[in-house]
């Protein structure tokens, strides 16, 4: 019996064997990039929504997340780390009333009694604690700082600012990926 051997899948298939080892040497370099391009784009909607979602000043905002951990070839990751604990009243726009003092902490204006910016008696304040920390008496002659109840941490991950980066991230990550793909493999 004649026996027919016949090779057209290896030709073809060494065509494409060249394509994917192009794309296997050039996408480790590539990836990284893409990633903190995203990650970039992403943190720039997480300090718009952040900044709506608590009614701190961007720059404070700004400063708390700080510059993220790039991603790096072998490590496709893209991380915002922020910092932050119960924030005080002096970064949410206090203003002083007989009452107390008055800030804007998530943006809505709230009285906080027994709180005070100046000393003394009320039609003749004067500056009593410096760069305009809002305080609060704790017995005697003792002060704290008046805390807002707010945690930038936490506002992160929650709320609009988590939605920000989901919206963001995900369908740009995907975009760009593919689109580099197509490039590298025509």
């Known amino acids: 019996m004649p026996q027919l051997i016949t090779r057209w899948g290896d030709d073809h298939v060494a065509a494409f064997a060249a394509r994917i080892a192009e794309m296997n040497r050039r996408l480790p370099k590539v990836l990284p990039r893409i990633v903190n391009q995203v990650g970039n784009r992403a943190k720039t909607q ?27 070839p072998g490590r496709l990751a893209y991380e915002m780390q ?16 007989r009452a107390g003092v008055k800030a804007s902490p998530w943006g809505k204006r709230t009285l906080f009694p027994g709180t005070f910016i100046l000393g003394g008696a009320f039609p003749d304040r004067y500056g009593l604690v410096r760069d305009g920390h809002v305080m609060r008496r704790i017995g005697g002659r003792k002060l704290t700082f008046a805390r807002s109840g707010m945690f930038i941490p936490v506002e992160m991950t929650t709320g609009a600012t988590a939605a920000a980066f989901e919206q963001t991230a995900a369908p740009l990550l995907k975009t760009r990926v593919e689109a580099a793909l197509v490039k590298l493999v025509p």
């Open 46 to 72: 997480v300090i718009r929504a952040l900044t709506r979602q608590t009614g701190l000043p961007r720059k404070t905002i700004v400063k708390a997340i700080g510059k993220p951990a790039t991603a790096r």
């Open 82 to 97: 922020t910092a932050g604990g119960n924030i005080r009243l002096k970064y949410v726009k206090p203003k002083e009333t």
